[in-house]
Nanobody, 120 residues
Framework: QVQLVESGGGLVQPGGSLRLSCAAS????????MGWYRQAPGKQRELVAT???????DYADSVKGRFTISRDNARNTVYLQMNSLEPEDTAVYYC??????????????WGQGTQVTVSS
């Protein structure tokens, strides 16, 4: 089993910044991709940003230019730097990882979520 633990959420004022972290642990042979998703009350979960093992990144249009996803492969950790935060960014943010726990065993794992609240 692969487990993901998120940290870094909290309350910030509009225009402020937060940095989320997500560390993967357990039986890991390789991680193909990691990403961040978010879900606001009454809304569907949406993709925020992803990064692949090859280094490519993708961002939701609503966060381009404000958020940056990065990773530390040696520590199986992914980060999300969030700048110029807006009230519309308020949501529970979830970390996701996909890969292989052995040479022939794929996995998909989700974190427990961390609350981000942007309010004055």
């Amino acid at each position: 089993q692969v487990q993901l633990v998120e940290s870094g959420g909290g309350l910030v004022q509009p225009g402020g910044s937060l940095r989320l972290s997500c560390a993967a642990s357990g039986s890991i042979f390789s991680i193909n991709a990691m990403g961040w998703y978010r879900q606001a009350p009454g809304k569907q979960r949406e993709l925020v940003a992803t990064t692949s093992s090859g280094g490519s990144t993708d961002y939701a249009d609503s966060v381009k230019g404000r958020f940056t996803i990065s990773r530390d492969n040696a520590r199986n950790t992914v980060y999300l730097q969030m700048n110029s935060l807006e009230p519309e960014d308020t949501a529970v943010y979830y970390c996701n990882a996909v890969g292989y726990s052995s040479y022939v065993t794929p996995f998909i794992s989700w974190g427990q979520g961390t609350q981000v609240t942007v309010s004055s």
